[in-house]
């Protein structure tokens, strides 16, 4: 079981660490149309991830609850919703292409307040992972091995091209390639320490699990609308980031059915 954890715990940060050696092979920094398409891809993971492996698990948690099932995951996400946007406003930090950052005034470089805009979208992806493989070592009925490691894997595959997003632009700023890789690095991180975290409390989780299932997809979610889309959406216009969010929904949600 504490193996299957750890692997679990370890994929994303894998993901990100792989696609942050990306700036030691690619030559040039990434064009606008391949950011695009690879935050359209990010995105569509995020979304299904938030379905099918979080807030379907919630309400199927809750049904004793019958008709009223429903309301651990309202709840649950309007809190992750209502949490990341306390830390959107409490975390100095600045998204790609944004000329302006945001959150309270800080002095901190550019390419710092870059590092902290990933490292904050990823909170609730090492949170999410952590609550899945929390049910999991408390035998909620609900969440199977299969499924948690469908959820790690999902979410390591959309870390590898945020990897290459962060380091490669860090690179063509400035920035030496082993000190992108490292900020790459470091901005996924948070990932395992946020669900080593959940998962070592999963004592205390497992009366709230439909409401903490919930709340990460709420922070999830939070962080596709409010970054991810418009990062994709931005400049000329372009189909190439709706065609990969729907490649990366469907492969999230075959891997969960097909995993769970």
């Not at 950052?101 to 901190?108: F, H, I, L, N, T």
């Not at 550019?110 to 999991?136: C, W």
């Amino acid at each position: 079981m504490w193996l299957d954890i750890l692997e679990g715990l370890a994929l994303p940060f894998i993901g990100t660490a792989a696609g942050s050696a990306c700036v030691f092979f690619m030559k040039k920094d990434l064009s606008r149309p391949v950011q695009r398409a690879l935050t359209g891809f990010a995105s569509g993971v995020m979304v299904a991830a938030s379905v099918w492996s979080l807030l379907i698990p919630a309400m199927e948690e809750a049904s004793s609850m019958g008709k009223l099932a429903f309301i651990p995951a309202v709840a649950g996400f309007w809190l992750g919703i209502l949490f990341l946007l306390a830390l959107d406003r409490a975390i100095p930090h600045l998204h790609m292409y944004a000329e302006r950052a945001e959150g309270p005034r800080s002095k901190a470089k550019k390419t710092t307040m870059m590092v902290l805009a990933v490292t904050l979208h990823n909170i609730p992806e090492g949170m999410a992972v952590g609550v899945v493989y929390a049910g999991l070592r408390s035998g909620s009925a609900e969440i199977t091995a299969g499924g948690a490691l469908a959820l790690a894997l999902g979410i390591a595959i959309q870390n590898f091209p945020e990897g290459a997003i962060i380091s490669m632009p860090l690179h063509a700023e400035g920035r030496s390639k082993p000190k992108a890789f490292l900020d790459g690095v470091l901005s996924g991180a948070v990932e395992p320490v946020a669900a080593a975290i959940t998962v070592l409390f999963s004592g205390l989780i497992v009366p709230a699990m439909p409401y903490l299932l919930s709340f990460a997809a709420g922070a999830m979610m939070y962080v596709v609308v409010e970054e991810l889309i418009p990062e994709m959406s931005s400049g000329e216009h372009s189909n190439i980031g709706v065609v990969m969010f729907a490649l990366g929904f469907t492969l999230m949600m075959a891997l969960d059915v097909a995993l769970g």
